[in-house]
């Protein structure tokens, strides 16, 4: 039996669960059941909720543990600092294993609800986060939820958090292929202006972690996402004896040569640095650290503005 | 479901990219050393990395009346593997499931994979505390499952998710049978000063805080990737090695577990 038929038309297509190669597939049921074909009410409210959020950032990876919050927070960081006169807002999009706010420093935080919906937290005068974290009593309680409930917890952050006037939205997933990315791309993609939502990759430099990572960038490549491009992280450990070690080694050749083959822009990697993992788990504000991962993070940083679009206002 | 399986134990972590399926296999492999009959499912269905790791990236799954053949990675047949990697037409094709789609699948990894008879099922898990776990726990309860071992690194960031998945374990009812504590702290090869990249002690402190047993620390060493993509144990590679020590000592733990013999210091 095979995971999926040959010619699967897709799920979520015209023709699931009805064509020929649906037949005797254990998820044909699922597939023609009509109710999941209808547009989705939920849509239109996020679009209507969103209007002021101008660009949205994915930060993804097939793989866990890679530095997706990380770089999501060193970026949030960097482009709040660098522009001042803009406004950013961070969504952890992780409902079982929220990062964000400890990451950004505002563990124990409240959100609170207004009559706009509810207010997101301020990390700084011109950031905000919004994280399950924040609705959870405590750090040991567990979000035990199938997709369906994590979908419809997603679908609010979206359209009842009041996120106001935003210049860009990074939005932090968790690993894998699943509800909550299809969830965000279904809410998040304006069809007639595809380039305000893209996806930025995270992966480490060893196979077991590209090969997520392949499925991860085929998935955007499937769903239309534009992808930014990709950033290594942890690519190498210096210690302070000044010897270089490859703690993931990269015996395929790393994100370089899977950006290569999968033509898809190297943004560039982050070496592994224990005192930036010790201001994560403290949530301190990176950008006063002054060594060579923050100026690695300066010229992806860089990049990555360069294609956001983000115009200077002075 | 899994009849003829004496004992199943979970690896499970809150968080990704901790060691969850370097442990599973390792683990694996070294109860195989013991001479067990081992079983090996991956039901990390968007990620799946055992295939890889054991170097079975080739091999196809068939199927004979009793149901899907598990991969096994030697004549003497002592280790079956399982995983969605091997359902897979292309290495990098995405599996862009929903939930009910996964949850079908792995009902039939645990239902329609003829597993024979097995000392050890190890079940290797994608992080988190969503389907692929509700569904593996629901299947548990019509199973006698030993219990779960949990896999982190030292840092606070991961212990936060890995505490999400305590309590998801007290919940459901599973047993902890410890905890592990992965990359825990690098020896650079030239002035052998030990540098704690992850931060240190993280597991040990929280096996403390939840009562459940620290099962051992291991420290990050990139010898151990040689053994990637081979079905080679640590314990014969590298016995010499703290990863080989912590490996066997861990083995022996969940072996004598039915004699009540983990220590909880």
Redesign the interface.
């Given at each position: 039996?095979?995971?999926e038929p040959e010619n699967c038309p897709g799920?979520g297509t015209e023709n699931a669960g009805k064509s020929s190669a649906c037949a005797g597939c254990?998820?044909q049921a699922?597939c023609s059941d009509p109710n999941t074909k209808l547009e989705d009410p939920g849509k239109a409210l996020v679009a209507e909720s969103m209007r002021e959020v101008k660009q949205k950032l994915l930060i993804l990876s097939?793989?866990?543990?890679?530095g997706k919050?990380t770089v999501t927070t060193l970026l949030s960081r960097y482009l709040s600092r660098k522009y001042p006169e803009h406004n950013f807002g961070v969504l952890d999009v992780d409902?079982?294993?929220p990062?964000q706010p400890?990451?950004l420093g505002v563990e124990g935080e409240n959100v609170h609800q207004s009559g706009s919906g509810w207010s997101p937290v301020g990390v700084d005068d011109n950031l905000c986060l919004m994280s399950i974290g924040f609705l959870l009593g405590s750090?040991?309680?567990?979000?035990?939820?199938?997709?369906?409930k994590?979908n419809g917890m997603i679908r609010q952050f979206l359209s009842e958090v009041d996120w106001g006037k935003l210049d860009l939205l990074l939005l932090d997933t968790?690993?894998?292929?699943?509800?909550e990315?299809?969830s965000i791309v279904l809410y998040l993609r304006n069809n007639e202006a595809p380039d305000s939502l893209k996806a930025l990759i995270v992966t480490?430099p060893?196979?077991?972690?590209l090969?997520?990572v392949?499925?991860?960038i085929?998935?955007c490549k499937?769903q239309n996402l534009p992808i930014l491009g990709v950033v290594e992280n942890m690519s190498a450990?210096r210690?302070?004896?000044g010897?270089t070690?490859?703690?993931f080694?990269a015996?395929t050749g790393g994100a370089a040569a899977m950006c290569a083959e999968m033509n898809v822009p190297y943004l560039g990697a982050l070496p592994?640095d224990?005192e930036v993992?010790?201001a994560?788990?403290l949530g301190e504000d990176l950008t006063n650290i002054k060594n060579s991962t923050t100026d690695a993070l300066v010229s992806i940083c860089q990049k990555i503005i360069g294609t956001l679009e983000i115009e200077e206002v002075y | 479901m899994l009849e003829k399986v004496k004992h199943v134990i979970l690896i499970l972590s809150g968080k990704g990219g901790v060691g969850k399926s370097t442990v599973s296999t390792q683990l694996a492999l070294a109860l195989r050393e013991s001479g067990l009959k081992v079983g090996l499912l991956d039901i990390d269905l968007c990620g799946p990395s055992v295939p890889f790791l054991l170097g079975l990236e080739q091999s196809d799954v068939y199927q004979c009346d009793e149901g899907w053949v598990p991969i096994y990675t030697g004549e003497d047949k002592t280790l079956a593997v399982m995983s969605i990697g091997f359902l897979l037409k292309n290495r990098n094709d995405p599996v862009i499931w929903r939930g009910p789609k996964k949850t079908m699948m792995i009902r039939q990894f645990l239902t329609d994979v003829k597993w024979d008879e097995l000392d050890y099922l190890i079940i290797d898990t994608p992080p988190g505390t969503s389907d692929e776990h509700i569904t593996v726990m629901e299947c548990m309860r019509d199973v006698k499952c030993d219990g779960a071992i949990m896999v982190t690194t030292p840092q606070g960031v991961a212990l936060d998710d890995v505490r999400k998945e305590l309590t998801f374990c007290r919940k459901t009812g599973v047993k902890v049978l410890g905890i592990v504590e992965n990359m825990s702290g690098f020896v650079c090869p030239k002035c052998s000063n030990c540098t704690n990249i992850f931060s240190s002690d993280g597991g040990v402190e929280l096996a403390k805080r939840a009562g459940v047993p620290h099962l051992g620390t291991l420290p990050i060493d990139p010898r151990i990737n040689v053994l990637v993509g081979t079905t080679r144990s640590v314990l014969t590679e590298l016995p010499d090695s703290n990863t080989a020590k912590i490996f066997k000592s861990i083995a022996e733990q969940i072996t004598n577990h039915n004699s009540e013999s983990i220590s909880t210091d």
């Open positions: 039996m095979e995971a799920v254990p998820n699922l097939g793989k866990g543990g890679v919050s409902i079982c294993g990062s400890r990451l750090q040991d309680d567990a979000i035990i939820w199938r997709g369906p994590k968790p690993p894998g292929t699943s509800d990315h299809l480490t060893q196979e077991a972690s090969l997520d392949r499925k991860e085929n998935f499937k450990f210690c302070s004896c010897e070690s490859e703690i080694p015996k592994l224990p993992t010790k994560c788990d | -």
